[in-house]
């Protein structure tokens, strides 16, 4: 008994004596770095850099922001070397994209240097503007690694400018060069809307047309079109005295610049022949925010390897996560009211929900009037409260990070609907909320055994690992949507070669706008296909 006391008595004296050296320590405590800032003065000779979406999306961003009369260059997509040289400059433990991304910038960084730019010159006339957030995923450290690496690789003093994902359209700093208003947000808006159209209706032709590539020439040519079509009404927006963000959406609700432009383009794109007899799978990718969105090497170039194995890509559209950040704030809003400290103004509170359910409302309503120019083939845009009713009861929805409860109930959506084979879940290693997610649904696929779903942690290697696992998955769904299309003919007594000639008799069904009836519990296009030829010869 008196040896224990002892003992608490030395380590009370320990404690004291190592706290009497601390204080005598000048402690340095960590303090953002004060940026020189972008003023106003050099709009005109500041480039801003940009990326991190679909090459589609980033051009498409481009265009909403160099509308406003800025200069803007995209960067390109982050390959194998940019994540290399993300390892090299960046902290141990950061999640992949981290990596690609500010590899990427660096990289670019280096070939301007290789053109007979000057450090100096390009800290002083480029600047990098990215999303920000916060939060229990490492996204929220994004920012400082971007500064970190920056410094190491020679660059220091460069601009990095972002702007919050949960701060609204008005982000207007005084002086600024980038004046993050209304008009600037509405532009990246409009972008990832209709790169998403685009991108859909790309993965949903590729693996049918009768003609290799027939489908990737026309989308460059409506991606042109687009582009243009967003920087001249970015352009006589940022001439014009609409400032609200009302009179903004009054403007876009009734004009027809970009539905006319669709117009054109679906003209064009239904001169592409499909063969919807092809057996194809189709996979539905999901997974955390970037891995799931990139092209490139950060997925183990994923969507062109799906669709080189004969598999229909199902994409999850970036409108989804816009519908989410308001679903979330909808939902913070509403769990926080009537708790002490929390503003009990019920005026107030009511015109932020009619704000949201208004933003949700239109967002959904702009997204079906570009999808009717395509006969509705881009898939819509999941209701978020049919998603939160789905996840919660395996996924607690306000559980926050990353994508949150949306892979899991993305996951039971698809499959419960029967709009795809197979989940694909991608994400960085260690990703947490992603995680979570996979041991979630060890659960949630005793619940629905139908369900085929692969998770793949993707980093700067391993994609001959990852191939291997993605093609066993495959093998399955392969099966899955052969033994339906088998089953069609058995029970409507077709056969293949009756199948093709009714469908070279009636040409309509050849065009990739052509809507083919969805029979219950029917995934495939082409078991889906027979069914509806049947009905039709009766």
Same mark, same amino acid.
């Given at each position: 008994?008196?040896?224990?006391?002892?003992?608490?008595?030395?380590?009370?004296?320990?404690?004291?004596?190592?706290?009497?050296?601390?204080?005598?320590?000048?402690?340095?405590?960590?303090?953002?770095?004060?940026?020189?800032?972008?003023?106003?003065?050099?709009?005109?000779?500041?480039?801003?850099?940009?990326?991190?979406?679909?090459?589609?999306?980033?051009?498409?961003?481009?265009?909403?922001?160099?509308?406003?009369?800025?200069?803007?260059?995209?960067?390109?997509?982050?390959?194998?070397?940019?994540?290399?040289?993300?390892?090299?400059?960046?902290?141990?433990?950061?999640?992949?994209?981290?990596?690609?991304?500010?590899?990427?910038?660096?990289?670019?960084?280096?070939?301007?240097?290789?053109?007979?730019?000057?450090?100096?010159?390009?800290?002083?006339?480029?600047?990098?503007?990215?999303?920000?957030?916060?939060?229990?995923?490492?996204?929220?450290?994004?920012?400082?690694?971007?500064?970190?690496?920056?410094?190491?690789?020679?660059?220091?003093?460069?601009?990095?400018?972002?702007?919050?994902?949960?701060?609204?359209?008005?982000?207007?700093?005084?002086?600024?060069?980038?004046?993050? &208003?209304?008009?600037?947000?509405?532009?990246?808006?409009?972008?990832? +809307?209709? /790169?998403?159209? !685009? *991108?859909?209706?790309?993965? @949903?032709?590729?693996?049918?047309?009768?003609?290799?590539?027939?489908?990737?020439?026309?989308?460059?040519?409506?991606?042109?079109?687009?582009?243009?079509?967003?920087?001249?009404?970015?352009?006589?927006?940022?001439?014009?005295?609409?400032?609200?963000?009302?009179?903004?959406?009054?403007?876009?609700?009734?004009?027809?610049?970009?539905?006319?432009?669709?117009?054109?383009?679906?003209?064009?794109?239904?001169?592409?022949?499909?063969?919807?007899?092809?057996?194809?799978?189709?996979?539905?990718?999901?997974?955390?925010?970037?891995?799931?969105?990139?092209?490139?090497?950060?997925?183990?170039?994923?969507?062109?390897?799906?669709?080189?194995?004969?598999?229909?890509?199902?994409?999850?559209?970036?409108?989804?996560?816009?519908?989410?950040?308001?679903?979330?704030? &909808?939902?913070?809003?509403?769990?926080?009211?009537?708790?002490?400290? +929390?503003? /009990?103004?019920? !005026? *107030?509170?009511?015109?932020? @929900?009619?704000?949201?359910?208004?933003?949700?409302?239109?967002?959904?309503?702009?997204?079906?009037?570009?999808?009717?120019?395509?006969?509705?083939?881009?898939?819509?845009?999941?209701?978020?409260?049919?998603?939160?009713?789905?996840?919660?009861?395996?996924?607690?929805?306000?559980?926050?990070?990353?994508?949150?409860?949306?892979?899991?109930?993305?996951?039971?959506?698809?499959?419960?609907?029967?709009?795809?084979?197979?989940?694909?879940?991608?994400?960085?290693?260690?990703?947490?909320?992603?995680?979570?997610?996979?041991?979630?649904?060890?659960?949630?696929?005793?619940?629905?055994?139908?369900?085929?779903?692969?998770?793949?942690?993707?980093?700067?290697?391993?994609?001959?690992?990852?191939?291997?696992?993605?093609?066993?998955?495959?093998?399955?769904?392969?099966?899955?949507?052969?033994?339906?299309?088998?089953?069609?003919?058995?029970?409507?007594?077709?056969?293949?070669?009756?199948?093709?000639?009714?469908?070279?008799?009636?040409?309509?069904?050849?065009?990739?706008?052509?809507?083919?009836?969805?029979?219950?519990?029917?995934?495939?296009?082409?078991?889906?296909?027979?069914?509806?030829?049947?009905?039709?010869?009766?």
């Amino acid at each position: 008994m008196d040896k224990t006391l002892i003992n608490i008595e030395e380590l009370q004296r320990a404690a004291g004596n190592i706290s009497q050296e601390i204080s005598g320590i000048n402690v340095r405590h960590f303090k953002r770095i004060i940026e020189k800032p972008f003023l106003k003065t050099e709009k005109e000779t500041t480039t801003i850099l940009l990326g991190g979406f679909t090459t589609r999306h980033d051009y498409f961003v481009r265009a909403g922001i160099e509308g406003l009369g800025y200069k803007v260059q995209q960067l390109p997509t982050p390959n194998i070397e940019a994540f290399h040289t993300g390892r090299e400059y960046c902290n141990n433990g950061q999640c992949n994209p981290t990596y690609f991304t500010v590899g990427n910038l660096i990289n670019y960084l280096h070939q301007l240097e290789a053109q007979g730019f000057t450090k100096k010159y390009i800290i002083n006339n480029y600047i990098l503007v990215t999303a920000g957030a916060c939060g229990p995923c490492r996204f929220g450290m994004y920012e400082s690694e971007y500064r970190l690496a920056l410094r190491i690789s020679g660059f220091d003093g460069f601009r990095v400018i972002t702007f919050q994902q949960a701060e609204g359209f008005s982000q207007v700093k005084d002086k600024s060069g980038l004046e993050m &208003n209304e008009k600037f947000f509405f532009g990246i808006v409009i972008g990832i +809307v209709l /790169a998403d159209i !685009l *991108n859909d209706i790309a993965f @949903k032709i590729r693996p049918y047309e009768v003609v290799k590539g027939a489908a990737d020439e026309l989308m460059a040519e409506a991606t042109e079109e687009i582009f243009f079509s967003i920087l001249k009404k970015q352009r006589l927006l940022n001439n014009s005295k609409r400032n609200s963000l009302y009179s903004l959406l009054a403007d876009q609700v009734l004009s027809t610049v970009y539905t006319d432009v669709l117009k054109i383009i679906g003209s064009k794109l239904r001169q592409i022949k499909v063969d919807h007899l092809r057996q194809v799978p189709i996979v539905k990718v999901t997974g955390e925010f970037w891995a799931q969105t990139t092209e490139g090497d950060g997925n183990f170039k994923m969507f062109s390897y799906l669709e080189k194995e004969g598999a229909e890509v199902l994409v999850e559209p970036i409108s989804t996560w816009l519908l989410y950040l308001l679903y979330d704030v &909808n939902q913070y809003m509403t769990d926080r009211r009537g708790l002490p400290g +929390v503003s /009990a103004n019920k !005026l *107030n509170y009511l015109k932020k @929900k009619v704000l949201i359910k208004l933003g949700e409302l239109l967002l959904t309503r702009e997204y079906n009037r570009f999808r009717k120019q395509f006969n509705y083939l881009p898939q819509p845009l999941t209701n978020q409260y049919l998603l939160e009713k789905l996840a919660h009861p395996f996924y607690n929805t306000r559980a926050k990070g990353g994508e949150g409860h949306l892979e899991v109930a993305k996951s039971i959506y698809h499959t419960a609907n029967n709009l795809c084979h197979m989940v694909l879940s991608l994400k960085p290693f260690g990703c947490l909320p992603s995680t979570q997610s996979d041991g979630v649904h060890s659960v949630v696929t005793s619940h629905y055994p139908d369900m085929i779903f692969l998770p793949i942690e993707t980093s700067g290697e391993g994609e001959i690992n990852a191939y291997s696992r993605v093609q066993m998955a495959l093998t399955d769904a392969r099966i899955k949507c052969r033994n339906e299309f088998e089953n069609a003919l058995e029970k409507t007594k077709l056969s293949v070669e009756a199948a093709k000639e009714f469908i070279s008799e009636n040409t309509q069904l050849q065009s990739p706008f052509y809507r083919i009836p969805k029979m219950k519990g029917v995934i495939g296009r082409s078991a889906n296909l027979v069914y509806h030829i049947k009905r039709l010869m009766k």
